[in-house]
């Protein structure tokens, strides 16, 4: 399979645990972007990456997330001191730096009890 | 910021009857529109896309068209199958950005046997 693989694909979590999530792009992709989804609603942008560096992110992301991607390669989401309201599915995304289109993976859904 | 609003939220059709949704976005510099499909579960899946510089595409059953002075843009399915029924999302890539979708809310299509 060559497409965006993200995992786990599901995670269930205590308040106040913390959580990372891992994506792999497409191999020649080098562009890398997390998105939230919330039930009954489009994607929202979180942040993006061009190689290793982190470009932009949104408001969204409180101090509590935070995002790497070390070797330009796979990249992890980690939230520390999860909340209900981080409950949502994490979407990562990647594209070529010169071709727009965005690939999506399956997702990581996250439930905090 | 990007302002994207996707109608009707749900859509029911009879098999073999076409369907129709439509997407307006509020900034003109905006320059790349795509589609996604999204099922149960699934992350979102690219069906078709069109660029600023093109008024019409079309990919078998799908097309997408594209009214830019009037900001907006709509998908059209022919011939509709039961594997049909999904959510579809339209998204506008802005025009200040090259990488950061903003997504409708999605609609809703059942396609009834």
């Known amino acids: 399979d060559t497409g965006v693989s993200q995992n786990p694909r599901h995670k269930i979590t205590k308040r106040g645990q913390n959580v990372t999530f891992r994506c792999d792009p497409i191999?020649?992709?080098?562009?890398l972007y997390w998105y939230r989804q919330t039930l009954g609603q489009g994607p929202e942008f979180l942040t993006y990456?061009?190689?290793?560096?982190?470009?932009?992110k949104s408001r969204l992301l409180s101090d509590r997330f935070s995002a790497e991607r070390p070797k330009g390669s796979f990249s992890t989401l980690e939230i520390q001191r999860t909340e209900q309201g981080d409950s949502a599915m994490y979407l990562c995304?990647?594209?070529?730096?010169?071709?727009?289109?965005?690939?999506f993976g399956q997702g990581t859904r996250l439930t905090v009890v | 910021g990007e302002n994207v609003e996707q109608h009707p939220s749900t859509l029911s059709v009879q098999e073999g009857d076409s369907a129709v949704i439509k997407c307006t976005y509020s900034d003109s510099a905006s320059n790349y529109f795509p589609w996604y499909k999204q099922e149960l579960g699934k992350g979102p899946q690219l069906i078709i896309d069109i660029r600023s510089n093109v008024g019409e595409k079309k990919d078998q059953r799908i097309a997408v068209t594209l009214n830019k002075t009037a900001k907006h843009f709509s998908l059209h399915i022919t011939e509709t199958q039961p594997e049909d029924s999904a959510v579809y999302f339209c998204?506008?890539?802005?025009?200040?950005?090259?990488?950061?979708?903003?997504f409708g809310k999605g609609t809703l299509l059942t396609v009834n046997p």
């Open positions: 990456f061009q190689n290793e560096a982190q470009l932009e």
């Open positions: 995304a990647s594209s070529l730096q010169l071709n727009t289109e965005a690939f």
């Open positions: 191999s020649e992709h080098n562009r």
């Open positions: 998204a506008v890539l802005s025009g200040g950005s090259n990488y950061k979708l903003t």
